[in-house]
């Protein structure tokens, strides 16, 4: 885009929030001023008109190259008809006649959806714009003044700049970063850094925000979070008829109050702007979308009972209910969603690579091993072990050789940072990573059926190991490293036999 300027043939930011024109025609557009003389314009395209309310409506406009009257936006007659009027009671009190629409339907909505009240969050659903809003609970009860961070943005390395700007601009864009006004919003309560993260295995480059500061003022209950591991083994007892769907920019898709948008304001291209989405980062987050997609799946039994969601991944045993039924199903409630994926066809499920083979499903580690640095510290150490093992369910010989590095690197370093500089710790990591590249344990059968299960357990010196077989494949086992003691091995071999059972039980 070359142009500066949306007009639409008279409204200013402070009123509404108008996405940039990502896509224009160049045309020949004549525009006559009061005044009689002709404006130069570009062409015409589509905006998003957003008002403080969160309503949006599609609007045609004219794109000229310089701000007309100094203004970035002017809003029209057929934008005044498609907000169905306007009502001016002062210079700050502007409201149009498609908000006062909304607010009588989310009365209606709040009879048939009720709001999500947690200790933590309350968040609420309009129906009228297929909406959920959350508002959180301040730690006491009480508002901090204003957050102390005042750094605005870590540092990018610069062959991921482009791309993560892309990403930022396509933010403001879809109305997620709004520019901030002081005169709506009020004075600026905190501003939180940006970052950018590359997803190795999707080779993407993602904005994050640093929510630390304001984490520290907001209340948390765990009680309820959700495990993987236990995830996993559910999902893999629901069968081989399953898909996966995934939503789509999944935390934001849920708006965040607007009383609260001064609190996460960022600073981008020299430009203040208040997000008005829900973060990655914020410590809230994986559980207000665990409880908006409880509540959403759970207004149809059907699908209900079909589905089970993790986070943003959602499993559909379609045996019972399709895959496009359910995406159906969460976009009337305001829920998008990436095309489903049938996990016998191949799907990264939670981490894992699954796929049809057979008449069965099998899985395989999805995550790249990559290199070993020059450079060791007790935290890069551990970072590596946990991707060689993480929520995989079946490691074999690789459980013990991670526990027991990852022992030893405890035992040579004082603390998380400090370098490794036993030469036969480097050693050994060198050599674990070689096996795992030539012949990975990690991989087996995915889907688990049947109503008996066999389990091995065994002890050495070094570590009490159980293994899980059903139906003739090892569908999970573990390990766990012996201390420093010397109790008899018939006591060992009963505490890797305990350890064993409580695996099955899980």
Request: a negative charge.
């Amino acid at each position: 885009m070359d142009c500066e300027t949306l007009v639409d043939t008279g409204c200013t930011r402070c009123i509404a929030h108008v996405s940039l024109c990502s896509q224009w025609t160049r045309e020949n557009v004549s525009v006559r001023t009061v005044s009689g003389e002709f404006y130069e314009c570009m062409g015409t395209g589509v905006v998003q008109v957003q008002l403080p309310s969160g309503v949006s409506v599609s609007l045609n406009v004219i794109v000229v190259p310089s701000k007309p009257l100094n203004l970035d936006f002017i809003l029209g007659m057929n934008g005044i008809t498609a907000l169905h009027g306007v009502r001016v009671c002062s210079p700050r009190d502007v409201r149009f006649g498609i908000e006062e629409v909304g607010l009588h339907a989310s009365a209606v909505a709040s009879s048939t959806m009720p709001e999500i009240d947690e200790r933590d969050f309350r968040v609420i659903y309009d129906s009228y714009t297929k909406q959920w809003t959350v508002s959180w609970n301040w730690c006491d009860g009480k508002k901090p003044p204003t957050l102390f961070n005042t750094v605005a943005e870590y540092n990018v390395p610069e062959e991921v700049r482009e791309e993560y700007e892309n990403e930022l601009t396509q933010w403001i864009m879809d109305g997620w970063l709004v520019p901030y006004n002081e005169d709506m919003h009020g004075p600026v309560r905190g501003t939180i850094p940006l970052m950018a993260v590359v997803q190795q295995n999707k080779q993407k480059v993602r904005p994050v925000l640093d929510f630390r500061e304001l984490n520290s003022h907001l209340d948390l209950h765990t009680a309820e979070a959700d495990v993987c591991s236990e995830k996993i083994r559910e999902w893999r007892q629901r069968g081989q008829q399953v898909s996966l769907i995934d939503l789509r920019k999944a935390y934001l898709q849920i708006h965040v109050h607007s009383s609260l948008w001064k609190y996460q304001t960022v600073v981008f291209h020299g430009r203040r702007y208040c997000l008005t989405r829900l973060g990655f980062g914020l410590n809230i987050a994986p559980l207000v979308l665990k409880k908006v997609l409880s509540r959403v799946l759970s207004c149809d039994e059907k699908v209900n009972s079909a589905t089970s969601p993790y986070l943003d991944d959602i499993l559909v045993d379609e045996s019972k209910v399709t895959a496009a039924e359910v995406e159906s199903h969460l976009r009337r409630f305001g829920l998008l969603c990436k095309p489903p994926e049938s996990v016998q066809a191949g799907a990264r499920v939670l981490g894992i690579r699954v796929w049809g083979e057979r008449n069965r499903l099998v899985w395989r580690r999805d995550n790249e091993i990559g290199e070993l640095p020059k450079e060791l510290t007790r935290r890069i150490v551990f970072s590596i072990c946990g991707r060689l093992t993480s929520h995989l369910p079946v490691c074999g010989w690789l459980r013990v050789a991670g526990s027991y590095i990852k022992r030893r690197t405890n035992a040579a370093t004082a603390s998380w940072d400090d370098k490794v500089t036993d030469l036969k710790l480097y050693s050994m990591l060198t050599e674990t990573l070689e096996l795992v590249k030539m012949s990975d344990p990690a991989r087996g059968r995915w889907d688990v059926a049947g109503e008996e299960a066999t389990l091995w357990v065994d002890a050495s010196s070094i570590a009490y190991g159980a293994v899980i077989e059903v139906d003739g494949g090892v569908i999970e086992d573990a390990c766990w490293l012996r201390r420093n003691e010397c109790s008899h091995i018939n006591l060992a071999e009963l505490d890797a036999a305990i350890k064993g059972l409580n695996l099955v039980i899980s």
